[in-house]
Structures are given as C-alpha cells and as structure tokens.
C-alpha cells in the first residue's frame, strides 16, 4: 500500500553538505522586494526541492481559525510541476493539527506508521505516494501561520538534522516573503487611502 504511485520510484536525497550550501544559496536570493507573492512561494517550493532532492515540497496557510491548511504552492521535482488550492481539515486529521499548534516539527522517517501522520495513511499518503514528512511550523511575529511540508515518494530515508535545519532555513524564507508581501498592502492601502482622502478634500 505504501508505494501505491510510482512503486520503484527512487530518488537521493542530497547531503548534510549540499544541504548547507542550499541554505546559502537560499538566504542569497534578492527577488524578495522584486516579485509577486505567488511567484514568490513557487519560487522558494521549487528551489528548495532541486537543492534537497526531495520530490514534493509545499507551503500551508492556516485558515478558518486553525480548522483548515489551504496549499499556497506545491512543487513536485519529477514532473517540475506546481500546483495549489488543495485544503486539509482539522477534523480528518486532529492530531496532527493539534501537533501543529503546539508548534511541534514533524519528522516521520515512516509516515504510516509516526503517530502524528499516521492518519494520512487512510487517503492522503497512498493518493500522492508519500511515505515519509517532514513538516516545519511557519510563524509570522511568534504566532503559528502555516506550515512548509517536504516528502518523500516511493522508496524513503531517514530524516538527518541537517534536514531539519534546512526545513527551518526554507521556513523563515517563507515567513519573510510574507512578511514583505505584508507590508507592501499596507503600503498600497495607505496609499489608496490618502489618494481618496485628496479626491474628497478637493472636491469640497
């Protein structure tokens, strides 16, 4: 059941150094003030999956008070696809959300049988052939917004710190692209508002 899709899939995934060059490379990028949030995401999903040779990489929202992760972006590596809109609701899958509060990392070197992913193993895991997670928190001024998923599809290994470390360094990129996208509205609805503000003093 495990490797439903794709059962002799195999990929590598890179080493704790090509990880940390990665991070480097990474942390370089200058597109932040310079693209759409959209592009933005797809950007940082689809890097982050070339520099970790992990096959799907996704960034959550969390919405409806906490009730419901909805896909920003999700890049998979084999087919150089993206994809979003996909929604994951609190009430299939309670405990792993309740993990996700609390801010936990997750690191299911075995997704069917980790006890915080193991309720993906009825529909999520076999659909997308996932078989291993790691999934790391996104917090936006100390308060949890989201999630960056990495996953393994078909044959699996076990997650290395310096993995975390790298799901870490791709969150906080994350977190400042948003950040950025932040305040740009502001800037623009502050902007739109004195416009309207001059429109109506002028008239009078």
């Known amino acids: 059941m495990e490797n439903m899709v794709n059962p002799g899939f195999s990929r590598t995934l890179m080493s704790p150094l090509e990880l940390q060059e990665g991070i480097a490379s990474l942390s370089r990028g200058a597109y932040f003030k310079e693209a759409p949030l959209d592009m933005m995401l797809s950007i940082l999903t689809e890097s982050a999956a070339q520099m970790s040779g992990v096959e799907r990489v996704s960034i959550w929202a969390l919405t409806n008070q906490h009730q419901e992760l909805l896909c920003l972006d999700l890049f998979e590596l084999s087919p150089r696809r993206h994809s979003k809109d996909q929604r994951i609701h609190a009430r299939q899958y309670p405990f792993y959300f309740q993990a996700l509060r609390a801010g936990s990392c997750i690191a299911a070197d075995d997704a069917y049988k980790h006890p915080l992913t193991a309720e993906f193993a009825a529909d999520y895991l076999p659909d997308h052939g996932v078989t291993a ?72």
């Not at 996104?138 to 960056?148: C, K, M």
């Open 133 to 204: 997670m790691l999934d790391t928190p996104i917090h936006i001024r100390g308060e949890l917004q989201g999630v960056l998923c990495l996953e393994q599809v078909g044959s699996r290994q076990p997650w290395t710190s310096a993995h975390g470390l790298f799901a870490q360094a791709v969150a906080n990129l994350v977190t400042l692209a948003l950040v950025e996208y932040e305040a740009e509205e502001a800037k623009l609805q502050a902007r739109a508002a004195g416009e309207q503000l001059r429109a109506v003093s002028g008239a009078r």
